[in-house]
């Protein structure tokens, strides 16, 4: 028989949760093509490891943007891949599959999404907002009547809703999250140092020194690119509250988008909040100090999810989990 998985379809990483097993698959969200023959010649780490490395006739491709799809058929590959490596199709069956989006995606958006996972495999295909499924994944009980708020940072959005009764009551999403925040540090790098990188090295100084509050006693580190005068291979010395002040715009944006959440609910709702606090998860979450920003910013306390990258993948098998129960 098919087993049923839930899909966590990033902007950056595609995580798949199988009922049953957990989470089994967590790969780049990266498909390498090669442009003569449109044949696919890589997909998730392998691909992942071409980006900005790659001969002429090799492009690699992230078909999600700002956490929907932009190229539809290269999706469709990507995900057909990944499941068919799982082997999670029965003899004569396909599993049912819980997909993730983000809250403001568009009739359309959400058709493509529910297409791409139906021709790669799935017999029933569920669509449910990536907030509610990384709460649940996150260990909240959204269905009791209290409120409950989480800011989830992936790699193309923050989705950022307050849930009560298994529901959402009031949400927004940006289109900007981990993705924009390496083009903020590469823009930064550009514009103060005169040193051009890639997508690979402005994430890596985000995950190695990254922070959203200044620091005292900055680390530094090494940073290699070509400089944008001379065209030559160069060597720049940063340090974390440069990075800081590179990630300064979108970091406010975040959150006065919550603040814009918090500004629509109900009071009782709010008590809640400033009770339970904010949940945050994601991969933005790891973030040095953000939990600390968003905290003093919105008074209100702020704590991390046990495991933010897995919450989103865990929360659809879990859904899945529940609505299977429901029907045995």
């Known amino acids: 028989m098919a087993k049923d998985i839930g899909i966590d379809l990033g902007t950056a990483n595609v995580l798949i949760y199988v009922v049953g097993k957990g989470i089994v698959l967590d790969e780049p969200s990266v498909v390498a093509i090669d442009t003569k023959t449109e044949r696919v010649l890589a997909v998730g780490s392998e691909a992942y490891r071409m980006v900005g490395r790659t001969p002429s006739n090799i492009r690699a491709i992230r078909p999600l943007k700002d956490g929907v799809i932009s190229d539809f058929d290269v999706t469709e590959e990507m995900l057909s891949y990944f499941i068919n490596k799982l082997n999670v199709k029965g003899f004569m069956s396909r599993p049912n599959i819980m997909i993730c989006a983000p809250t403001n995606i568009t009739e359309i958006e959400r058709k493509a999404i529910i297409q791409a996972a139906e021709k790669s495999g799935g017999a029933k295909v569920y669509l449910e907002y ?23 940072i992936g790699g193309g959005t923050s989705d950022i809703a307050v849930l009560s009764l298994g529901d959402i009551v009031a949400s927004t999403s940006l289109r900007m999250a981990g993705d924009r925040m390496n ?4 823009a930064y790098v550009k514009r ?9 090295s402005a994430e890596n100084i985000k995950i190695k020194i990254g922070t959203a509050v200044q620091m005292d ?5 090494d940073v290699r690119g070509r400089d944008s005068v ?9 340090n974390a509250n440069e990075v800081e002040a590179a990630l300064h715009d979108t970091l406010q944006q975040i959150i006065d988008a919550a603040h814009g959440v ?38 209100v ?28």
């Not at 083009?183 to 590469?186: S, T, V």
């Not at 006693?217 to 580190?221: A, G, L, R």
Request: negative net charge; hydrophobic residues 40%.
């Open 262 to 299: 918090l500004e629509r609910i109900q009071p009782e709702l709010a008590a809640d909040i400033i009770d339970r606090g904010i949940i945050l998860t994601g991969g933005g979450s790891l973030l040095h100090g953000i939990d600390q920003l968003i905290s003093r910013e919105l008074q």
């Open 192 to 200: 103060e140092h005169g040193l051009m990188i890639g997508e690979h």
């Open 130 to 152: 990536e907030p509610k499924v990384a709460a649940i994944g996150a260990g909240l009980d959204v269905y009791q009547a209290t409120g409950n708020m989480v800011i989830d």
């Open 230 to 238: 001379n065209g030559m291979p160069h060597s720049v010395e940063i």
């Open 217 to 221: 006693h900055p680390e530094t580190m």
């Open 301 to 328: 306390p702020v704590m991390i999810s046990e495991q933010p990258l897995d919450n989103v993948a865990k929360g659809a098998g879990q859904l899945l989990e529940r609505m299977s129960g429901k029907k045995a």
């Open 183 to 186: 083009a903020d540090i590469a």
